[in-house]
C-alpha cells in the first residue's frame, strides 16, 4: 500500500528532530561557548584584573622557534652540559607565558570556571521563555462484523507546543497550543480535526516563598559567579608567584652545581699542591690524606649537586611549564644576576588597611555573610500560608470532520480564575530550615571575623618573612667576604707550607656554603616580596601571567 503525502510529512519531521533539529555539534558547542564567555566578560568589570583573552581552548603545538638558544657546554656541569648546546633558553616572563598556556593546572583552573559560568547560564535561562514541542503519529487497521470483512485503517497525529516563562516578580505564565487529527484511510474516508489555545497564570499572592526561593537561586548563582571569578583572579596570582618561586629555584640549584664545581677545582689544586709538599717532606701524611679526602667529598657533593639540578630542571618543565621531560630547554642565568633586594617602605599598619580593602578572599567573606543574612527573610517566607491566583484563559476547534486545517475559533473561548490556599498545618521542614538560616547567618559572621584575623596574621607573617629574609641577605653578604679572605689566608700559608689540612678543609667548605647561601638569600628575598604583595591584595597579573608589583623601586 502507498502511504499517504501526510504520513511522508511526518516522518520527514520526525527524521528532522532526531537529526537534532538542523543544528550542528559545532552549532551547540559555539552556542556554549557564546553564553560563557559572555557571562565572564560581564562579571569580570566587577572583579578586575581577569585575563581579558580568557579562552579554554588549547593546541599540543609548542613553538620556541624565536627562543634564544644556547651555544656553549658549560664545564660545571660536566657531560650534562653538552646536552644543553642547542638548548632553547628561557626567560621568567616566557617561562610564565608558556606556563599559562600549557599548564595543566592552570588548563583545569579555567575549565573549572567555564563550567561555573555555564552552570548559571542555565539558571538565567530558567527565566526566559522555555519554548518545548511534541509530536507523535501512527497508523492502525481494525476489522468489524461477524466475517471481519469491513476494515478500517486510520492515521492518528497528535502536536503540541507549549511555553513556559518565570517572570520576576510578577509569577509564572505557560501557553500551550495543541492540535489532534485522526484520518480514517480505509472504510469510511474522513478527517476528524480537534484543537486547542490555552495560558495558564498562577501569581503568589501571600507566602511567595516557592517564587521566592526560584528568585533567590538565580541571585545567589549570579553572586557565586562573581565568587568563582574572584577565586580564579586569586589562583592566577598564586600561579605566577609559585612558578617564580620555582623558577629561582631551579636557578639555585644550578648556581649550587656551579660552585660545588668550584670546590672541586680548589680541592684538587689544593691536593697537587700538598702532593708536591709531602714529597718534600713539608707536610704530614696525616695532613696529605685529610686533604685528598676533601678531593673526594667534593668529588661526590658536585655530582650530587648536577644531578639535583637537573633533577629540578624536569620538574619544572613537566609541572610548571607543562613541557615535555625530554624537551632541551634552559633558564636564563641572568634572571639570578638581575636580582637585587627592593625592600617595602609600608608599615605593618597599613598592609593591614590595604589588605582589607583589596583582598579578594576578604571581599568573599563580606559578601558570603550578606547572603546568609538575605536567606533569613527567604527562609521565614515558607512559615506563611500559601497563597496562590492562577488565570486560564483559552479557545478550541471542537471535532468535526471537515477536511480544513484545525484552527481554534476565538467564539469558543473559555476562562477560569482561583485561589489555591494552603494553610499552615505542618511546617516542620520550613521550621528547620528557617533556623538553620538563623545558625548560617552567625556562622558566616564568625567565617567574616576569622577570615579578617587571619589577613592580619599572614600580613604580620609576611613582614616578618621579609624582615628575616633582607638580614639573611645581608649576614650571608658579610659571610661570602670573610670566607673569601679565609680560603685567600690559607691559600697562602699553604704556600708557604704553613697551613693546616683540617683549616684548609673548613674555609672552602665555609665559602662555598656562603655562596649558596647567599643565593638562597636573595632569591628568598624576592619570593617573600612577591608572596607580600601577593597577601596585601595588590599584586597585578598582565595577560601573560607575569606580574606588576608596586614597591618603593617602581614597578616590574
Not at 133 to 153: F, K, L, Q, Y
Not at 251 to 278: C, F, I, P, V
Not at 419 to 435: A, G, H, I, K, M
Request: hydrophobic content about 40%; proline content about 3%.
Amino acid at each position: 500500500m502507498r502511504f499517504p503525502a501526510f504520513c511522508l510529512l511526518v516522518c520527514a519531521g520526525a527524521a528532522f528532530l532526531f537529526s537534532g533539529g538542523g543544528c550542528t555539534n559545532a552549532h551547540y558547542r559555539k552556542s556554549a561557548d557564546d553564553d560563557a564567555y559572555r557571562i565572564i566578560k560581564q562579571k569580570s568589570k566587577v572583579v578586575g584584573n581577569m585575563d581579558p583573552a580568557f579562552n579554554i581552548d588549547t593546541t599540543n603545538l609548542i613553538s620556541l622557534t624565536d627562543y634564544p638558544t644556547a651555544t656553549k657546554a658549560e664545564e660545571f656541569l660536566g657531560t650534562e652540559g653538552k646536552k644543553e648546546v642547542q638548548a632553547k633558553i628561557i626567560s621568567l616572563e616566557k617561562a610564565l607565558e608558556i606556563a599559562v598556556k600549557h599548564n595543566r593546572s592552570y588548563q583545569s583552573r579555567k575549565e573549572q570556571l567555564y563550567l561555573e559560568a555555564l552552570g548559571l547560564a542555565l539558571s538565567r535561562h530558567a527565566w526566559t521563555p522555555i519554548f518545548s514541542g511534541v509530536a507523535h503519529s501512527d497508523i492502525s487497521d481494525t476489522a468489524e462484523g461477524v466475517d471481519s470483512m469491513v476494515e478500517n485503517r486510520k492515521i492518528s497525529d497528535s502536536t503540541s507546543a507549549s511555553m513556559s516563562w518565570l517572570i520576576r516578580d510578577i509569577g509564572k505564565l505557560t501557553a500551550a497550543f495543541s492540535t489532534d487529527l485522526t484520518r480514517f484511510v480505509i472504510g469510511n474516508p474522513q478527517s476528524v480535526y480537534n484543537s486547542q489555545v490555552s495560558a495558564i497564570l498562577t501569581r503568589p499572592l501571600l507566602r511567595n516563598a516557592g517564587f521566592k526561593a526560584e528568585m533567590e537561586a538565580l541571585t545567589q548563582a549570579e553572586r557565586n559567579m562573581v565568587y568563582n571569578l574572584r577565586n580564579f583572579v586569586q589562583y592566577r596570582r598564586d600561579f605566577s608567584v609559585q612558578l617564580a618561586t620555582d623558577y629561582y629555584q631551579v636557578l639555585s640549584a644550578r648556581d649550587a652545581a656551579r660552585n660545588s664545581y668550584l670546590n672541586l677545582q680548589s680541592s684538587h689544586k689544593s691536593g697537587e699542591r700538598t702532593r708536591a709538599l709531602a714529597q718534600e717532606g713539608l707536610v704530614t701524611q696525616a695532613d696529605l690524606g685529610r686533604l685528598e679526602q676533601q678531593e673526594l667529598d667534593s668529588q661526590n657533593s658536585w655530582i650530587s649537586a648536577v644531578n639535583s639540578y637537573q633533577q629540578a630542571l624536569d620538574n619544572f618543565k613537566l609541572q610548571d611549564l607543562g613541557l615535555p621531560v625530554s624537551l632541551p630547554v634552559v633558564l636564563d642565568d641572568h634572571e639570578l644576576a638581575r636580582l637585587v633586594i627592593q625592600h617595602p617602605s609600608v608599615t605593618v599598619e597599613d598592609s593591614i588597611k590595604v589588605a582589607l580593602l583589596d583582598r579578594l578572599d576578604y571581599m568573599t567573606a563580606v559578601d558570603r555573610h550578606a547572603d546568609a543574612v538575605r536567606q533569613i527573610p527567604v527562609t521565614a517566607s515558607a512559615l506563611r500560608p500559601q497563597a496562590d491566583l492562577t488565570a486560564s484563559a483559552g479557545f478550541v476547534n471542537p471535532n468535526n470532520a471537515r477536511n480544513i486545517m484545525p484552527i481554534p475559533e476565538p467564539r469558543k473561548f473559555n476562562w477560569s480564575a482561583g485561589l489555591d490556599v494552603d494553610l499552615p498545618f505542618d511546617r516542620t521542614s520550613e521550621r528547620n530550615n528557617y533556623r538553620a538560616a538563623l545558625i548560617q547567618e552567625k556562622q558566616a559572621a564568625r567565617d567574616l571575623e576569622q577570615q579578617e584575623d587571619q589577613i592580619k596574621l599572614q600580613i604580620r607573617d609576611s613582614w616578618r618573612t621579609l624582615e628575616q629574609a633582607k638580614s639573611s641577605y645581608e649576614i650571608s653578604e658579610i659571610g661570602v667576604k670573610l670566607a673569601a679572605r679565609r680560603v685567600e689566608e690559607q691559600n697562602l700559608l699553604a704556600e708557604l707550607g704553613r697551613a693546616k689540612a683540617q683549616d684548609q678543609v673548613d674555609a672552602q667548605n665555609d665559602y662555598v656554603r656562603a655562596l649558596n647561601s647567599r643565593t638562597q638569600a636573595i632569591v628568598g628575598h624576592t619570593t617573600a616580596r612577591l608572596t607580600f604583595w601577593n597577601r596585601m591584595g595588590i599584586l597585578y597579573i598582565k595577560d601573560n601571567g607575569q606580574w606588576q608589583e608596586i614597591n618603593s623601586g617602581g614597578t616590574k
